[in-house]
């Protein structure tokens, strides 16, 4: 039962760098969620996927792209990190139903230096 | 828009006491309510939820929370906490039309002590 796998588990990168934070999940879920996790902030939703094949912008995606690969696979792009984008980061799934809860990985620590 | 806040950002409590966490959110309309635990480096795992009926609602671990309409609240509590009851709780509320696109509070650090 692995659940949401999220990779890597840390990460440093310097101001300018890209990467990419792999999310996949094995619970057959619709819909996935990418957060990030900020001290005195609670989690804040970045983008977010309803179905295979579609993307929406959350709250705060500057600075970020996403991208369904399959329903499985969710990857979250920092094209040119800046120190800003220093956080914990969350990907997450559910059914499309709007009661089902969140299932979480168990995130990405990221630093921009 | 939604918000939740969490008027407590620590919490210390001794082991066998009571804990009770606030949660106050502002929502037009008759919200989906949801607690949270994150244990140190781990991701979150749902407590309970709330979205009709009942208002007084149950969950893992031994928690509970009520959903006050009249004070917009939605407080957990557990009447005996244990050691390892120790971590971040978050409130969240969503909406009927947003799967998963949760708004959540700030968080409150729990410590418990022997």
């Known amino acids: 039962n692995a659940g949401v796998t999220q990779t890597p588990k840390f990460q440093v990168l310097k101001t300018g760098q890209s990467m990419t934070l792999q999310c996949a999940q094995d619970m057959n879920h619709n819909s996935m969620y990418w957060y990030r996790q900020d001290p005195g902030m609670g989690l804040r939703l970045i983008y977010y996927s309803a179905s295979e094949g579609t993307t929406d912008k959350g709250e705060v995606p500057n600075g970020y792209n996403v991208s369904r690969l399959n329903k499985r696979e969710f990857s979250l792009r920092l094209e040119s990190a800046a120190p800003s984008q220093t956080s914990v980061y969350f990907c997450a799934s559910s059914e499309r139903e709007s009661n089902s809860p969140l299932h979480f990985g168990n995130g990405t620590r990221l630093t921009v230096t | 828009a939604q918000s939740v806040t969490q008027p407590d950002i620590h919490i210390t409590v001794s082991e066998g006491a009571s804990l009770e966490l606030r949660c106050n959110y502002s929502?037009?309309?008759?919200?989906?309510l949801f607690w949270y635990v994150q244990s140190p480096g781990q991701g979150l795992q749902l407590l309970l939820k709330y979205f009709s009926g009942d208002t007084l609602v149950q969950g893992i671990k031994g928690f509970e929370a009520e959903f006050k309409r009249s004070q917009s609240s939605f407080n957990l509590r557990k009447p005996s906490v244990h050691w390892s009851d120790a971590a971040e709780y978050f409130c969240?509320?969503?909406?009927?039309?947003?799967?998963?696109?949760?708004?959540f509070g700030a968080g409150t650090q729990v410590v418990v002590t022997p």
């Open positions: 969240a509320v969503g909406a009927a039309d947003s799967w998963g696109k949760l708004q």
């Open positions: 929502y037009g309309a008759t919200p989906y």
